[in-house]
């Protein structure tokens, strides 16, 4: 918000409690909806999300590509194990294709689409 010049803040708090709506620009619309101060016109508020959502991408490839994002626990282990089993393997996330990119990029190279059968992200859907 901050770097669109806009005085909001969420708190850690604020944060969960949007995460029971999934996708990040599903976020962002709730919370707009419920600002007084947001922009009226849907254009102009379906604009600021989509600008709001992309530098928010662009931060999180940043930070993952640092090394600051990683998988989970026993994610690694699990994945060689089912691949060394013949299982498998799919992504369905609510996140976008570029934040997938990113973490999956960064943690099995560029190549990491073919360890997978299928890939669905959240623009998928």
């Not at 990040?24 to 508020?45: F, Q, S």
């Not at 194990?81 to 799919?90: C, G, K, M, V």
């Amino acid at each position: 918000f901050e770097a669109h010049g806009l005085p909001w803040r969420w708190s850690v708090e604020d944060y969960r409690r949007l995460l029971q709506i999934t996708g990040g620009r599903e976020r962002l619309r709730h919370d707009l909806a419920a600002r007084p101060d947001a922009p009226a016109g849907e254009d102009e508020r379906e604009a600021l999300i989509a600008s709001l959502h992309a530098e928010k991408n662009r931060r999180y490839a940043r930070i993952v590509e640092q090394g600051g994002i990683g998988l989970r626990p026993g994610v690694r282990r699990l994945m060689r194990e089912a691949l060394a089993a013949h299982i498998r393997l799919a992504i369905a996330t609510t996140t976008s294709r570029s934040n997938a990119d990113a973490l999956l990029a960064k943690q099995f190279g560029p190549g990491w689409p073919g360890l997978f059968a299928a890939v669905v992200c959240g623009e998928d859907a």
